[in-house]
């Protein structure tokens, strides 16, 4: 790389920490904050009670997640390495939130992968097609608000990112062997981590194996350090998904993740259903991500003769995933953060088709400013759909403070959300996100307090139990 490309990535880095910064230090209410609430209480234990990573816990200790009762809360999902980074950032630099803390470490890999991005689509393709695609992930809404939420994905996906670039780093050469060992060896490591932090990075291995092949052709299954690879690579994450099935209470039910959406007609199967293609490659992918005009130049740099296997890896990589977890694709936005490289990568490529051929296809006086204009209208109407992710309900920060004054910090409590452990975590208190027994049964199993905004509710629960606090929006009763 020379000085202009590290001039530009530095802007461009530059410009993608101003665009996260926005709204930074809002209430974790934010769009998908249930997800976000339950990696978030994981770190804030940690900081409580001791870094204890093989015994991780949240707030719910209810048996909606996995269907038994989960009196210790545990949260037996991915190996907690985000949140003790953030938990750890937060225990010795309290000058931040831990709210802003966990959205710091998520951004920091944001730029990461940016920085990546830019470094193999430069060195493979050009520097045209480094500096859009780094741009595209630095400023697109959909990238910057999931590339600063608090979700263990840009951490793993960080982490996958180094050890693709790791293994791009080796060079097949006798003098070089001491060095291509540690690359080697870091990106193997690299990538464990990230399958620990979240075993579907483990669609990133036709990269790896791609570039595997480039090293040594097709005798690349002949070497030992091929199999030792995966062995490094996924030793650790065998050995915690075996360990976590002592916490069966811990395993939210995810087989649904593969085939079936919920909705308010109960799960649903969408596997291989046209409504799944609708969603995520037109409502998702081609309106929301990448706003509708940029899809132009993302499927272009598909079709171009710009012949390089390691990029079309991606795409069969992010294909293949998204093929497979249909149901939690669907379901959960955030699923898509694992394809933003390839989205990248490829609508760069086709922007640098038309820059390499622009005097065979259009005059660069009409061209340039054209492009200026679809990418700034995409960018618009993606964010016309995104902005309002940033928003949070002032009346849930208000219940929560409410709560907060009215009981004591052991006290379990039952917020009546369907599931959602949001008001939990801003409560500060364990408890259970829905009235999922009889009221009875709770208060046996130690809930002292039930809040509700459910009229029903309340004309049941009213004659029954003692009322702590009311207002027009919820109510408070001791059970």
Same mark, same amino acid.
């Given at each position: 790389?020379?000085?202009?490309?590290?001039?530009?990535?530095?802007?461009?880095l530059l410009i993608a920490l101003t665009f996260r910064f926005y709204k930074i230090n809002i209430p974790l209410a934010d769009f998908h904050s249930w997800r976000q609430a339950d990696t978030a209480s994981v770190a804030r234990n940690f900081v409580k009670n001791g870094f204890n990573l093989l015994h991780p816990k949240y707030d719910d200790l209810s048996n909606i997640q996995s269907g038994k009762e989960n009196p @210790?809360?545990?949260?037996?999902?991915?190996?907690?390495?985000?949140?003790?980074?953030?938990?750890?950032?937060?225990?010795?630099?309290?000058?931040?939130? %831990? +709210?802003?803390? #966990?959205?710091?470490?998520?951004?920091? *890999?944001?730029?990461?992968?940016?920085?990546?991005?830019?470094? !193999?689509?430069?060195? +493979?393709?050009?520097?045209?097609?480094?500096?859009?695609?780094?741009?595209?992930?630095?400023?697109? $809404?959909?990238?910057?608000?999931?590339?600063?939420?608090?979700? $263990?994905?840009?951490?793993?996906?960080?982490?996958?990112?180094?050890?693709?670039?790791?293994?791009?780093? !080796?060079?097949?050469?006798?003098?070089?062997?001491?060095?291509?060992?540690?690359?080697?060896?870091?990106?193997?490591?690299?990538?464990?981590?990230?399958?620990?932090?979240?075993?579907?990075?483990? &669609?990133?291995? &036709?990269?790896?194996?791609?570039?595997?092949?480039?090293?040594?052709?097709?005798?690349?299954?002949?070497?030992?350090? *091929?199999?030792?690879?995966?062995?490094?690579?996924?030793?650790?994450?065998?050995?915690?998904?075996?360990?976590?099935? @002592?916490?069966? +209470?811990?395993?939210?039910?995810?087989?649904?993740?593969?085939?079936?959406?919920?909705? =308010?007609?109960?799960?649903?199967?969408?596997?291989?259903?046209?409504?799944?293609?609708?969603?995520?490659?037109?409502?998702?992918?081609?309106?929301?991500?990448?706003?509708?005009?940029?899809?132009?130049?993302?499927?272009? #740099?598909?079709?171009?003769?710009?012949?390089?296997?390691?990029?079309?890896?991606?795409?069969?990589?992010? /294909?293949?995933? !998204? &093929?497979?977890?249909?149901?939690?694709?669907?379901?959960?936005?955030?699923?898509?953060?694992?394809?933003?490289?390839? /989205?990248?990568?490829?609508? #760069?490529? #086709?922007?640098?088709?038309?820059?390499?051929?622009?005097?065979?296809?259009?005059?660069?006086?009409?061209?340039? $400013?054209?492009?200026?204009?679809?990418?700034?209208?995409?960018? /618009? *109407?993606?964010?016309? @759909?995104?902005?309002?992710?940033?928003?949070?309900?002032?009346?849930?920060?208000?219940?929560?403070?409410?709560?907060?004054? %009215?009981?004591?910090?052991?006290?379990?409590?039952?917020?009546?959300?369907?599931?959602?452990?949001?008001?939990?975590? %801003?409560?500060?208190?364990?408890?259970?996100?829905?009235?999922?027994? =009889?009221?009875? +049964? %709770?208060?046996?199993?130690?809930?002292?307090?039930?809040?509700?905004?459910?009229?029903?509710?309340?004309?049941?629960?009213?004659?029954?139990?003692?009322?702590?606090?009311?207002?027009?929006? &919820?109510?408070?009763?001791?059970?």
């Amino acid at each position: 790389m020379k000085k202009l490309d590290y001039f530009l990535i530095a802007i461009v880095l530059l410009i993608a920490l101003t665009f996260r910064f926005y709204k930074i230090n809002i209430p974790l209410a934010d769009f998908h904050s249930w997800r976000q609430a339950d990696t978030a209480s994981v770190a804030r234990n940690f900081v409580k009670n001791g870094f204890n990573l093989l015994h991780p816990k949240y707030d719910d200790l209810s048996n909606i997640q996995s269907g038994k009762e989960n009196p @210790q809360g545990y949260r037996m999902v991915e190996f907690p390495i985000y949140n003790a980074i953030f938990g750890f950032l937060y225990k010795n630099f309290s000058f931040f939130s %831990l +709210e802003i803390w #966990g959205r710091l470490t998520s951004i920091i *890999f944001s730029l990461i992968i940016i920085a990546i991005i830019y470094y !193999l689509l430069t060195k +493979e393709v050009s520097r045209v097609a480094g500096f859009f695609a780094s741009f595209i992930y630095a400023v697109f $809404p959909f990238f910057v608000f999931y590339s600063r939420v608090i979700l $263990p994905e840009n951490t793993a996906l960080g982490f996958s990112m180094l050890s693709i670039l790791f293994l791009y780093l !080796l060079k097949n050469k006798k003098n070089n062997q001491f060095s291509n060992f540690i690359k080697y060896f870091l990106s193997a490591i690299l990538f464990a981590i990230s399958l620990l932090i979240k075993p579907t990075t483990i &669609f990133f291995i &036709f990269p790896i194996i791609y570039l595997f092949y480039k090293n040594y052709k097709w005798s690349f299954y002949k070497k030992i350090g *091929f199999y030792l690879y995966f062995l490094i690579s996924f030793l650790p994450l065998v050995l915690w998904r075996q360990y976590i099935n @002592q916490f069966s +209470e811990g395993i939210p039910v995810n087989q649904w993740l593969l085939t079936s959406v919920n909705t =308010d007609q109960g799960l649903q199967k969408i596997f291989f259903k046209p409504a799944f293609f609708r969603w995520i490659f037109f409502e998702r992918i081609n309106n929301l991500i990448l706003g509708g005009y940029l899809t132009g130049f993302f499927i272009l #740099g598909m079709l171009t003769k710009q012949k390089n296997y390691f990029f079309f890896s991606f795409l069969i990589s992010s /294909l293949t995933y !998204l &093929f497979i977890f249909q149901g939690g694709n669907i379901q959960h936005e955030y699923y898509q953060i694992l394809i933003f490289p390839m /989205l990248t990568i490829f609508s #760069g490529l #086709g922007i640098n088709f038309f820059v390499n051929n622009i005097n065979k296809l259009l005059n660069p006086l009409i061209f340039y $400013p054209a492009l200026v204009i679809i990418i700034i209208f995409s960018w /618009l *109407f993606s964010f016309y @759909q995104v902005k309002n992710y940033y928003n949070y309900s002032f009346d849930l920060i208000q219940q929560a403070n409410i709560i907060k004054s %009215l009981t004591d910090p052991q006290d379990k409590i039952i917020t009546d959300k369907t599931g959602d452990t949001t008001l939990l975590y %801003l409560s500060d208190r364990k408890g259970a996100p829905a009235i999922y027994k =009889d009221p009875e +049964e %709770l208060k046996k199993l130690g809930y002292q307090y039930l809040i509700t905004e459910n009229k029903d509710q309340i004309n049941i629960l009213k004659n029954k139990y003692q009322t702590v606090f009311k207002n027009n929006k &919820f109510i408070i009763f001791k059970l």
